[in-house]
């Protein structure tokens, strides 16, 4: 089939190379003229495991097209992505002028049926919308050409987005047209081969489903955020109580990792906009007002540690940093926690030494300017002459470490965790004073 997809972020770029790699012919239209040439020369903007050579090999093939000509890439597809961002309103709300703009192209250059599926992450109501400036354009041209808008949602994780792309546990679609229904299920075939992952709705609830999936997943982390603050004043070990309610299936164990505060392009934007839309029809979301608030004070967690330790002012200290992504596997900063610790280092006078296993460029990207940061190319150079060190990313090259040079490299023994990536009791042996979330019993055996 012959699929155009609008936007080459994230979700778009690995929907495109995904949807290649299993025979559609994919044109790619980004209005990011570098961008386009940099994929053509096989230069791919993000860190994602298999992405590159997915990506190459399908363009060299010729079923992955990279075009800033938006009239050549409504031409192409008769299913036409939408797969622009949806950045936050200074109010929270999602903005939706990237979405409505890529409607307008649309309809201002078709002359066939076309099937437009929004892939962002969309406020309900979203496709009525593009439904509507679609129809505003095409009576504006003083054409009749009949279209449909589908709601398809993306659940892709980052760091897993290639796997998850290939082999999705669900494909939500929503659609008020039957007739459309035969055609999705040919695009999607080859990914619906063992058992039917289709889950056909309305419109708005598959709009909806996006929103309640991603601010379900908020919901447990916080809330295990919260049950880790008991567990610190308490005395208590939330990584035992974490086993213990895990072992529910009800309840499970994905998700239920306590740390300091999640991040990322969705949790934070899509709770929010969930708010901002709720509030906007007069109902107001208690709980997910808390879980956006327990979030906030949870990457304050860290900072208050190191107060509770250091004091409040903090000049002349340097703190190693391992973890600058906002999760591993990923060079993605945005919303991330350690953004949130740096600031309130350096508020109080600190110097940081940082280490990241991938999110370095996009450090020096956004800090570079700050001479209260020092970028240090392995994780043991982070380490050398700082008063202490902070982990806020579980890279799996962390878990391990050589607890001998660190206590070596560090003017005191002292880690302040916010991954629970290390037992207590054993650093505690070592002669470390070991900060980490919700360990209230082992901090004071430190
Ligand atoms: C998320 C959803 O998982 C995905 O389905 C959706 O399509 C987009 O948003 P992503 O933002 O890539 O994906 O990251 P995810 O792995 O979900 O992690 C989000 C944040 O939550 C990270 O900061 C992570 O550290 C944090 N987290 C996750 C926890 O603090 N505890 C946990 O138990 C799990």
New binding site residues.
Partial sequence: MKVTVFGIGYVGLVQAAVLAEVGHEVMCIDVDAKKVENLKNGVIPIFEPGLTPLVKKNYEEGRLLFSTDAEMGVHHGEMQFIAVGTPPDEDGSADLKYVTAVARTIAQHMNSHKVVLDKSTVPVGTADKVRSVMAQTLKERGVEIPFDVVSNP??????AAVSDCMRPERIVIGTDNEDVVDLLRELYEPFNRNHDRMILMDIRSAELTKYA??CM?ATK?SFMNEISNLAELLGADVEKVRQGIGSDPRIGYH???P?CG??????PKDVQALIRTAEQIGYQPRLLQAVEQVNHAQKLKLPEFIQRHFGEDLKGKTFALWGLS??PNTDDMREASSRVLMEALWERGAQVQAFDPEAMDETQRIYGHRTDLKLMGTKEAALQGADALVICTEWQSFRVPDFDVIKKSLKQPVIFDGRNLYDPERLSKRGFVYYAIGRGASINIA
């Fill in positions: 993306e659940f892709l994780k980052e760091g999936a991603n997943l982390i998700f239920i990792y740390g999640y991040g990322g392009s969705c949790f906002f999760k």
